[in-house]
């Protein structure tokens, strides 16, 4: 068997499918199926049940996925060391991020990591699920590091360091009856239409936690997939919000009111998957970030 193989195994025993497989690699389908079945040969097994509608792995694929990543993540350490030695830090990131942050402007943290470590390839995604589909991607290997807003109950199998916390405040129209208020309770909030971001969404989860603990269920009006687009369904009226203090005055035409009684809050943390030593590269990264939280936010 060699590194290529292996390779190969590892996206289709992810992707679940030689099609998406080969689309992730660069490659032809023919070319990872070629592979795929080289390698069996070679086990003398089937990794994988096939039939016309899906891809599952046999027990034998399942017992060598950890080891394949294992032995892919050594030599890219291996590589990584004698690239090092002889021409300075070198490798590839695969970096997933929340659409906008206003606590770390990613662009610029990338940027002078860049200009330090101009030959490591560095790769941005963000994920339509948020962050639970951020921490997902880490989980398996999708991605090296993602920064994530999730209580740490949902952060399992992952290192987390957290960079920062803001607090939560409640986003009101300025015509609304409670918005000159110094501060408001959920409680008072009960019955209200809301504006929020769609499932799976860090700060989604954790008001959606709190309304169901105090027992008042939420009404969500209008979803939508930017945190920075909430106050403009606000001020119209289509609703009220509770979010994250990202930034540090409200919208026109919207009131922010601190939260009382009550500690909800938001951290931004930066994850890697567990039991697995990160990569110079990644270190490097991540040193940077615990310095590049920007103030005035909390």
């Known amino acids: 068997m060699d590194s290529r193989q292996l390779e190969y195994f590892v996206a289709v025993a992810e992707e679940l499918s030689f099609t998406r497989a080969a689309q992730r690699l660069f490659t032809v389908q023919s070319t990872v199926s070629a592979a795929v079945r080289a390698l069996e ?14 891809v599952t792995l046999s027990a034998a694929g399942a ?28 490798g590839n990131i695969r970096i997933g991020t929340l659409a906008r942050l206003g606590l770390v402007n990613l662009a610029e943290l990338l940027g002078a990591f860049h200009r330090t470590y101009p030959l490591v390839d560095v790769q941005v995604t963000t994920s339509p699920t948020g962050s639970s589909g951020l921490a997902d991607d880490v989980r398996h290997g999708r ?10 109950s949902e952060l399992h199998g992952l290192e987390v360091r957290d960079l920062a916390t803001v607090p939560f405040v409640v986003l009101l129209p300025s015509s609304h009856p409670l918005a000159d208020r110094p501060s408001i309770r959920l409680d008072e909030l009960r019955g209200e239409r809301f504006v929020d971001m769609p499932r799976g969404f860090g700060n989604r ?65 930066v994850i890697t998957v567990s039991g697995r030593q990160p990569t110079r590269a990644v270190t490097a990264l991540l040193d940077l970030m615990s310095t590049s939280v920007r103030p005035g936010y909390f």
């Open 205 to 269: 989860s954790m008001v959606d936690r709190a309304f169901d603990t105090a027992g008042m269920p939420r009404r969500i009006q209008v979803e939508v997939p930017e945190l920075t687009t909430i106050p403009d369904y606000v001020r119209v009226g289509l609703g009220v919000a509770v979010v994250p203090q990202l930034e540090p005055a409200s919208a026109p035409g919207v009131a922010q009111l601190p939260i009382a009684g009550n500690d909800l809050s938001w951290t931004l943390s």
């Open 63 to 90: 017992a060598l996925l950890p080891e394949a990543k294992a032995a892919l993540e050594a030599l890219d350490r291996a590589r990584a060391a004698v690239e090092e030695a002889s021409a300075g830090l070198r």
């Open 41 to 54: 040969t070679d086990l003398k097994t089937t990794l994988f049940d096939r039939s016309t509608r899906r």
């Open 143 to 152: 991605l090296d590091v993602a920064l994530v807003g999730l209580a740490r």
